[in-house]
Nanobody
Framework: LQFVESGGGSVQPGGSLRLSCAASSYSEGVYAIGWFRQVPGKEREQISCVSQEGDITTYANSVKGRFTASRDQHKNTAYLQMNDLKTDDTAVYYC????????????????????WGQGTQVTVSA
């Protein structure tokens, strides 16, 4: 299962972007999808995960309230709507399928990510 991320670009602080994550096969629908970002010299950071059905999401504190993850099962595509972007959001963004999902205290926990695409660059600058 492979993914292709798209939708990145350059925006000013306060702007918005919507990233897309297109899956290579129909089996995408059986997995929760995680969103990550990485800046040079730092580890890849998980910022969101959306459940298999698309009805449960989780977010890192750094993006909570600004980013919204969703998915369209018919299109085998997941999305990350990013609003009120900040310079600290500058990174390469990736999506991947979660091999393990847990619901702990009503919170979605996604893990077991082992397949990565090329990512899409997001640059936020004045």
């Amino acid at each position: 299962l492979q993914f292709v991320e798209s939708g990145g670009g350059s925006v000013q602080p306060g702007g918005s972007l919507r990233l897309s994550c297109a899956a290579s096969s129909y089996s995408e629908g059986v997995y929760a999808i995680g969103w990550f970002r990485q800046v040079p010299g730092k580890e890849r950071e998980q910022i969101s995960c959306v459940s298999q059905e698309g009805d449960i999401t989780t977010y890192a504190n750094s993006v909570k309230g600004r980013f919204t993850a969703s998915r369209d099962q018919h299109k085998n595509t997941a999305y990350l709507q990013m609003n009120d972007l900040k310079t600290d959001d500058t990174a390469v963004y990736y999506c991947s399928a979660a091999q393990a999902v847990q619901y702990i205290g009503g919170t979605l926990k996604c893990s077991g990510f082992d397949s990565w695409g090329q990512g899409t660059q997001v640059t936020v600058s004045a």
